[in-house]
């Protein structure tokens, strides 16, 4: 599998991830065995960068991951996350507590990468999110103080809220990620979108990372499953799921997907969760491309994608007139 570099950690990771989250549920809800066989897969794969959080599952993901490694013998690249209750009082404790009680769960004394889940907001709380200047004077200086500790290796951020706030965090020197969300129905982080396109903008935020040598890692990159083209999903998946910066609801994420059929109808990819795994690609600033499975099969066809490599231009082509017709119908 090839390999880039995350930022200025100089870490090499493979360009496939494995996500441990909620929306799939595989190592949150999956059997020992299940979680045993699709760890190891991804290793042999050249998967080397595994991300977990403090939420996923009540803290379920964490445990599960670190048994799982354990009973493995191995001991890949390990990312987890935390959130900071916008009332809380004593910010650098809440962040201590958070990653004590993620490294008790893993059973590990320091992961790689220690990073902020809560949406970053020029001002305000909205939506669990946290003010630009709290993020800067208190929670990254408590996340750094928990590097020099030994706690983690690396700091970060999850690269969502409002684009301006994140261009500061980006540009503040003071981390080396950033998770972005970046897909079919929002591919605003790699290009700029036609006027009026129904979806969060993240003004290229992949530019300005690269710029700032700052890691970055895809998100979302199969919208939740809505990509999958149906509403429908797996019984160890999450029941439903509300999307992140691109549709009003889930439905409507399926219903915007079903319109770039066209892609594979043409013969450009196989499948749309394909095509969203491998535009993501696409920019030579992004280090590895998460993707969550609710099956040993979900995890094949992730693999099979990035060997295939980034979308041709064709491709590129033909998804900038289908985004496109996406801005001219949503303004109908």
């Not at 409507?252 to 196989?270: I, K």
């Not at 969203?276 to 600033?285: D, K, M």
Request: charged share 20%.
């Amino acid at each position: 599998m090839e390999q880039r570099t995350l930022g200025r950690t100089g870490l090499k990771v493979g360009v496939l991830g494995f996500g441990c989250g909620d929306v799939g549920g595989l190592i949150v809800r999956g059997t020992p065995a299940e979680r045993e066989r699709a760890v190891s897969r991804a290793l042999d794969a050249g998967v080397n960068y595994f991300d977990t959080a403090a939420s996923y599952g009540n803290g379920e993901s964490e445990r599960n991951l670190g048994a799982t490694l354990r009973a493995l013998g191995v001991r890949p690249y390990v990312g987890t996350k935390l959130r900071v209750p916008p009332e809380a009082r004593d910010t650098a404790a809440a962040v201590t507590q958070s990653v004590e009680a993620s490294l008790q769960r893993l059973g590990m004394e320091q992961v790689d990468l220690i990073q902020l889940h809560n949406p970053i907001r020029a001002d305000g709380s909205r939506g669990g999110g946290l003010p630009l200047r709290r993020v800067v004077d208190e929670v990254l200086p408590a996340m750094e103080a928990l590097r020099r500790q030994g706690k983690t290796r690396f700091i970060g951020i999850t690269a969502l809220g409002d684009t301006p706030a994140l261009y500061t965090v980006l540009e503040s020197g003071l981390i080396d990620t950033a998770q972005v969300c970046v897909n079919l129905l929002n591919p605003t982080a790699i290009v700029t979108p036609p006027a009026g396109f129904p979806a969060h903008d993240f003004g290229r935020l992949l530019d300005r990372a690269r710029r700032a040598s700052v890691g970055t890692i895809a998100i979302r990159v199969l919208a939740a499953g809505a990509l999958s083209g149906t509403t429908s999903r797996h019984p160890i998946a999450m029941p439903s799921v509300a999307p992140i910066a691109s549709g009003d609801d889930y439905a409507q994420d399926v219903a915007r997907a079903q319109r770039l059929r066209p892609l594979v109808d043409q013969g450009h990819v196989g499948t749309l969760m394909e095509a969203s795994i491998r535009f993501a690609l696409t920019h030579p600033g992004m280090s590895t491309v998460l993707v969550g499975t609710s099956e040993l099969a979900h995890l094949e066809a992730a693999i099979a994608a990035i060997e295939r490599g980034p979308l041709p231009p064709a491709a590129l082509e033909r998804l900038g007139g289908l985004w496109g017709d996406f801005a001219k119908q949503a303004h109908r």
